[in-house]
C-alpha cells in the first residue's frame, strides 16, 4: 500500500439546542479534535469535519462532551451520523454518562426515575438530553489484516463480552458494505 500514514477525515452531522448557552467539545483518545459554543434558545444543525492521523491495528474512543452553563428542562444534543473515512460507526454502540442534578433526581418517585433510566441508558440511540459525555469505540487499520492482528495481540474485553467493534479502514473496500456512505 502506497499510504503508509491512516489519515482519516471525520463528518459528523449534529443537531442541538438548549435553553441556555451550551458547548460541544470532540476528542478522539483524550486530544481535543474541534470545540464550539452555541447560543441557546436557537437550533443547531451543522457538520463537524476535522482529519486525524490513527495508529494501525488500536482501539480509539471518540467523545463527545455536551455542556451548558446552567441546568435547564429544554436541552438536546442529536448525532445524525458519524462517517470516519466515508465508513459509518454504529450510533447505538455508545457509553453515555449523563449528568443529573441529584437535586432534582432525589425528589422523583420510583416510577419516575426507572422513567427516566430506561430512556437514559436503554432508548437513548443518537439523541441525548442531559449534560454529559458520549463515547464511542472503533480500531482503525489499513486493511482487513489489521482486523486479524489486532485480535492476535489483544486481549479486549468486548471480544469476551461477544459485542461486535466498528472497524475503519484505509482499504474502504475491507469493510462491510453496510458500514459504507453510499
Given at each position: 500500500?502506497?499510504?503508509?500514514?491512516?489519515?482519516?477525515?471525520?463528518?459528523?452531522p449534529?443537531?442541538?439546542?438548549?435553553?441556555?448557552?451550551?458547548?460541544?467539545?470532540?476528542?478522539?483518545?483524550?486530544?481535543?479534535?474541534?470545540?464550539?459554543?452555541?447560543?441557546?434558545?436557537?437550533?443547531?444543525?451543522?457538520v463537524?469535519?476535522?482529519?486525524?492521523?490513527?495508529?494501525?491495528?488500536?482501539?480509539?474512543?471518540?467523545?463527545?462532551?455536551?455542556?451548558?452553563?446552567?441546568?435547564?428542562?429544554k436541552?438536546?444534543?442529536?448525532?445524525?451520523?458519524?462517517?470516519?473515512?466515508?465508513?459509518?460507526l454504529?450510533?447505538?454502540?455508545?457509553?453515555?454518562?449523563?449528568?443529573?442534578?441529584?437535586?432534582?433526581?432525589?425528589?422523583?418517585?420510583?416510577?419516575?426515575?426507572?422513567?427516566?433510566?430506561?430512556?437514559?441508558?436503554?432508548?437513548?440511540?443518537?439523541?441525548?438530553?442531559?449534560?454529559?459525555?458520549?463515547?464511542?469505540?472503533?480500531?482503525?487499520?489499513?486493511?482487513?489484516?489489521?482486523?486479524?492482528?489486532?485480535?492476535?495481540?489483544?486481549?479486549?474485553?468486548?471480544?469476551?463480552?461477544?459485542?461486535?467493534?466498528?472497524?475503519?479502514?484505509?482499504?474502504?473496500?475491507?469493510?462491510?458494505?453496510?458500514?459504507?456512505?453510499?
Amino acid at each position: 500500500m502506497t499510504n503508509s500514514k491512516l489519515i482519516f477525515k471525520h463528518e459528523i452531522p449534529i443537531e442541538l439546542s438548549a435553553e441556555c448557552n451550551v458547548s460541544l467539545e470532540v476528542l478522539i483518545n483524550g486530544k481535543l479534535m474541534w470545540k464550539k459554543n452555541y447560543d441557546g434558545n436557537v437550533k443547531h444543525n451543522e457538520v463537524i469535519a476535522f482529519e486525524n492521523e490513527y495508529t494501525d491495528a488500536k482501539k480509539n474512543k471518540l467523545t463527545f462532551l455536551f455542556s451548558g452553563n446552567k441546568e435547564v428542562e429544554k436541552k438536546h444534543f442529536k448525532i445524525s451520523q458519524i462517517a470516519i473515512n466515508k465508513q459509518i460507526l454504529n450510533l447505538y454502540n455508545a457509553e453515555y454518562f449523563p449528568v443529573i442534578n441529584q437535586e432534582w433526581w432525589q425528589q422523583l418517585n420510583s416510577d419516575e426515575k426507572a422513567q427516566h433510566q430506561e430512556t437514559i441508558y436503554g432508548k437513548t440511540g443518537s439523541e441525548y438530553g442531559w449534560y454529559g459525555e458520549i463515547n464511542f469505540y472503533y480500531c482503525a487499520g489499513f486493511d482487513y489484516r489489521s482486523h486479524l492482528r489486532y485480535n492476535q495481540d489483544t486481549t479486549d474485553e468486548t471480544k469476551l463480552l461477544g459485542e461486535k467493534i466498528n472497524w475503519v479502514y484505509l482499504d474502504q473496500s475491507s469493510n462491510q458494505i453496510h458500514n459504507k456512505i453510499k
